[in-house]
């Protein structure tokens, strides 16, 4: 299993910006996949999941800025993030679980300068 996240970096107070997620290694179309995140001295914490069928959930820290979404045919999995906050930076990890096994990428940054 290869999940492989980009996009993120340095975004102004209100901005916007996309993540994605490549997977491989499991039959994409079927799993739930999610985006967590995890600030300095925090927990890592759910941001949006969505289901095989499209069906989404959002942290409620994210609930009206934040749309996750999914193209199947590419093995893709996107965050797109708007009116971003400084409280939104953090290291976003893309996620998938197999079997009771939590699967993770690297990571990828994105910071949200005031």
């Known amino acids: 299993v290869q999940l492989q996240a980009s996009g993120g970096g340095l975004v102004q107070a209100g901005g916007s910006s996309r993540l994605s997620c490549v997977a491989s290694g499991f039959i994409f179309r079927f799993n739930v996949m999610a985006w967590y995140r995890q600030a300095p001295g925090n927990q890592r914490e759910l941001v949006a999941s969505i289901s095989s069928y499209g069906s989404t959930n959002y942290g409620d820290s994210v609930k009206g800025r934040f749309t996750i979404s999914r193209d199947n045919a590419k093995n893709t999995v996107y965050l797109q993030m708007n009116s971003l906050r400084p409280e939104d930076t953090a290291v976003y990890y893309c996620?998938?679980?197999?079997?009771?096994?939590?699967?993770w990428g690297k990571g990828t940054q994105v910071t949200v300068s005031s």
């Open positions: 996620n998938t679980l197999i079997s009771t096994m939590n699967h």
